[in-house]
């Protein structure tokens, strides 16, 4: 196996055979060796996915600290100005072996051979109908005679073309039709009464 991706506090990693690395703090002692989960075994053509008769021994050599970072805060017209550090916390391990049994692949099948034929022969393998098979009119079979003169049908009549009802359009069909107000009789006229005369207009 030429390589192998394996898992170490929640990364992943490639590694190889006698390979150094630094990744993130182990609980292991130095000197101590441990095997990580195997995620993927690949090499000479051949990959296995999560493979479980490989294993990958891996050694502690010991703990260290990773570059300093320097962090800067401020805010101006305020008077606000804080400046931290930060080093991560790493561990230099060794990858020591890759071990495990080799994945078999499967081998793919043989295609089957592709004949190539000419015209010639396909034309030379037709086999012929027999010849008791061959259907054959008996000269013996009486054929029917036509008539000589075929009455002809009478002529069809040529339709009469219809004359197509006007239709009125859309617009005039959904419009009510509008009532013309009736005309009013004039009233009658009642007859008005007459004051009886009094002796005072007589007077003057």
């Known amino acids: 196996m030429s390589y192998a991706i394996i898992s170490l506090g929640g990364k992943q990693y490639r590694v190889r055979e006698g390979e150094r690395l630094l990744v993130d703090r182990l609980p ?3 000197g101590k060796t441990f095997t990580p989960g195997v995620l993927l075994v690949g090499g000479n053509g051949t990959t296995v996915v999560a493979p479980k008769d490989v294993t990958v021994t891996v050694k502690v050599l010991g703990q260290q600290r ?3 970072i320097r962090i800067g805060k401020y805010k101006k017209r305020t008077g606000y100005k804080r400046h931290t550090g930060f080093r991560a916390a790493l561990t230099q391990i060794e ?3 890759i071990s495990g049994k080799k994945a078999r692949v499967a081998k793919p099948k043989a295609e089957a051979a592709v004949v190539e034929t000419t015209a010639e022969e396909v034309v030379g393998a037709v086999v012929e ?3 008791e098979e061959a259907v054959t009119v008996s000269e013996e079979a009486p054929v029917e005679a036509q008539p000589e003169s075929v009455e002809q ?3 069809a009549e040529a339709p009469v073309a219809k004359k197509r009802a006007t239709r ?7 419009a009510p ?3 013309k ?4 009789k004039p009233a009658a006229k009642k007859p008005v009464a007459k004051k009886p005369a009094t002796g005072k207009e007589e007077e003057s």
């Open 28 to 30: 292991t002692e130095d």
């Open 66 to 68: 990773g570059p300093k």
């Open 95 to 97: 990858v020591e072996s």
């Open 129 to 131: 109908a027999p010849a």
């Open 153 to 155: 049908a009478p002529e």
């Open 168 to 174: 009125k359009p859309a617009a005039e069909a959904a």
């Open 177 to 179: 039709a509008v009532k």
């Open 181 to 184: 107000p009736a005309a009013r």
